[in-house]
Nanobody, 123 residues
Framework: VQLAESGGGVVQTGGSLRLSCAASGSILSIDAMGWYRQAPGKQRDLVASITSGGSTNYAEPVKGRFIISRDNAKNTVYLQMNSLKPDDAAVYYC??????????????????WGQGTQVTVSS
């Protein structure tokens, strides 16, 4: 399963960006999709996640500013980022896990990552 991200870029402090991530391949189901971010010299951390049923989870630093949503029919997840701060600058990665068809009798699980998209916030 492949993930294709888009929407990163440069924005001023207080501005907004919307990230998108579309999953493709022999997908049977996607249990959850999420966004992670990694700043230089730091570990990759969860930003937000959403299940197939719509349950969401946010990291404390982005609560009230970021909104995650998904379109199950399009296997796409979005991250609306508002009131951006310099601390939000990072490479943002999309993640998805679920089950896929492989030609075997039973479907296999997958846990895929996107290539990352840069978000830069200027002060």
């Amino acid at each position: 399963v492949q993930l294709a991200e888009s929407g990163g870029g440069v924005v001023q402090t207080g501005g907004s960006l919307r990230l998108s991530c579309a999953a493709s391949g022999s997908i049977l189901s996607i249990d959850a999709m999420g966004w992670y971010r990694q700043a230089p010299g730091k570990q990759r951390d969860l930003v937000a996640s959403i299940t197939s049923g719509g349950s969401t989870n946010y990291a404390e630093p982005v609560k009230g500013r970021f909104i995650i949503s998904r379109d199950n029919a399009k296997n796409t997840v979005y991250l609306q980022m508002n009131s951006l701060k310099p601390d939000d600058a990072a490479v943002y990665y999309c993640n998805a896990y679920g089950r896929q068809w492989t030609g075997a009798v039973f479907p296999a699980t997958f846990d895929s990552w996107g290539q990352g998209t840069q978000v830069t916030v200027s002060s």
